[in-house]
């Protein structure tokens, strides 16, 4: 079935670094979504894209179909970016979102 | 702001006990999702519905039923519980299946099987 893998599983970041979250896809994908889940547990939507990159404030996502492959990019992290992120990719026949095992990112001062 | 309420937030039961997960949404969305995250595997779905009396069955449906009684509301009932169900479960909505429109989730039940 669709794999999603993504890495790295776990990361460390210093305040005001940055880093790069990856998913690959072991098919064609149509979309993938980008999800924080915040230390009370609620996931929230960062990112929709069926295509190129969307920027929003410190967050960048590039996805690209063809390689099969997203990344979700963090600059001059903040304490409150810490968190599980995951991503979802959506199937060529829309039907189905797999997820990836999610990235534990740990912003320290 | 879309909004997906789940309850309860923490739920122990016992192996073989009956258990009924909740979640409303008020986004007026068609699509409603259980899904299960565990460690090392994500998310992964369990049932979902495109509206009130309709049910589709996900990756992971063995031992969980579910029921859409409104378009607001979609239930998800472990009949015999099992320690192998003990997960953090996350309902969700959206407008369309895939398309441009994401999904928005609730906070979540913990969910724990003795």
């Known amino acids: 079935g669709d794999q999603v893998e993504q890495s790295p599983s776990a990361l460390s970041l210093h305040e005001g670094t940055g880093s790069a979250l990856r998913c690959n896809f072991t098919?064609?994908?149509?979309?993938v979504q980008w999800f924080r889940k915040n230390s009370r547990g609620s996931l929230i939507n960062l990112f929709y894209?069926?295509?190129g990159t969307k920027e929003n404030g410190r967050l960048k996502s590039a996805f690209d179909s063809k390689e099969r492959y997203s990344t979700l990019h963090i600059r001059d992290a903040q304490l409150e970016d810490s968190g599980t992120y995951f991503c979802?990719?959506?199937?060529?026949?829309?039907?189905?979102?797999?997820f990836g095992i999610g990235t534990r990112v740990l912003v320290r001062p | 702001e879309a909004a997906v309420t789940q309850s309860p937030r923490n739920k122990v039961t016992v192996t073989g006990g009956n258990v009924t997960l909740s979640c409303r949404q008020t986004?007026?969305?068609?699509?409603m999702y259980w899904y299960r995250q565990d460690t090392g595997h994500g998310l992964r779905l369990i049932h979902y519905?495109?509206?009130?009396?309709?049910?589709q069955i996900g990756d992971v449906p063995d031992g969980y039923k579910a029921t859409r009684t409104t378009q607001e509301d979609f239930f998800l009932l472990l009949e015999l519980a099992s320690p192998s169900q003990t997960s953090l479960y996350f309902c969700?909505?959206?407008?369309?299946?895939?398309?441009?429109?994401?999904?928005?989730f609730g906070s979540g039940t913990r969910l724990t099987v003795l």
């Open positions: 969700a909505s959206s407008e369309k299946l895939g398309g441009t429109e994401t999904l928005y």
């Open positions: 098919t064609t994908m149509r979309a």
């Open positions: 519905s495109y509206g009130a009396g309709n049910l």
């Open positions: 979802a990719a959506e199937s060529s026949a829309g039907n189905k979102l797999t």
């Open positions: 894209l069926a295509s």
């Open positions: 986004n007026s969305h068609n699509y």
